[in-house]
Structure formats: C-alpha cells, structure tokens
C-alpha cells in the first residue's frame, strides 16, 4: 500500500514556473515507478511523466523540453518541476505509482488526490 499526497499548485503567470510534489508514504518508495498526470477541465485524464526505481523517464510529446520529473528515495518524495507554463497547462496535477513502468504509464494502482495549476494569460 502507498499513500501519495500532492502539493505545489497555485496560481501563475503565463511564462512563469511551478514545482509540484507528491510525498510518499506505506511501502519501499524506491521500487515503485512514478507518474504525474493531469485532467483539464472537460477533458481526460493524461499522462505528463514517468520515472523507474532507478531514474529513467519518459515523457508525452506535448511536455518534452518544458516539464522535468524526478525523485528523491531517500526523502520519498516525486517532483514535477514546470517551467514556461502556458494558459493550456491549466489542469488539476496527480501524482500516480505502481509496482511497474508500463503499468504506471497506463492504469496505475494508487492516486494521489491532485492539485490544482491554474495558469492565467
């Protein structure tokens, strides 16, 4: 079991940057694969990142070069840090894990309960 609590979101302007964090707590943090994903409003829920035990990343088209995943074992924690938001990027953020990278790309086992980013023109 593993429990992931979001924190980070606000309100900014267009060009600035956010850093979000999801704190883990329950199990052995270090062997679970991570994830942030986001849900705008109207639209579905969409993969942002994810990263392995042990670092390696994957990223949706739509973030490469803007969005930067990451992860402390030793403090448990998972970041997201945003820069150059754009209004678009506006959506309620989640922190997601699983025991497996494919899994946590596609149907994760725990949730955090998400934060909102609001980015304003």
């Known amino acids: 079991q593993v429990q992931l609590v979001e924190s980070g979101g606000g309100l900014v302007q267009a060009g600035g940057s956010l850093r979000l964090s999801c704190a883990a707590s329950?199990?052995?943090?270090?062997?679970?694969?991570l994830a942030w994903y986001r849900q705008a409003p109207g639209k579905q829920r969409e993969l942002v990142a994810a990263i392995t035990g042990g670092g390696s990343t994957n990223y949706a088209d739509f973030v490469k070069g803007q969005f930067t995943i990451s992860r402390d074992n030793a403090k448990n924690t998972e970041y997201l840090q945003m820069n150059s938001l754009k209004p678009e990027d506006t959506a309620v953020y989640y922190c997601?894990?699983?025991?497996?990278?494919?899994?946590?790309?596609?149907?994760?086992?725990?949730w955090g309960q998400g934060t909102q980013v609001t980015v304003s023109s």
């Open positions: 329950g199990d052995i943090f270090s062997i679970y694969a």
């Open positions: 997601a894990a699983d025991r497996y990278f494919g899994s946590v790309q596609t149907s994760p086992t725990y």
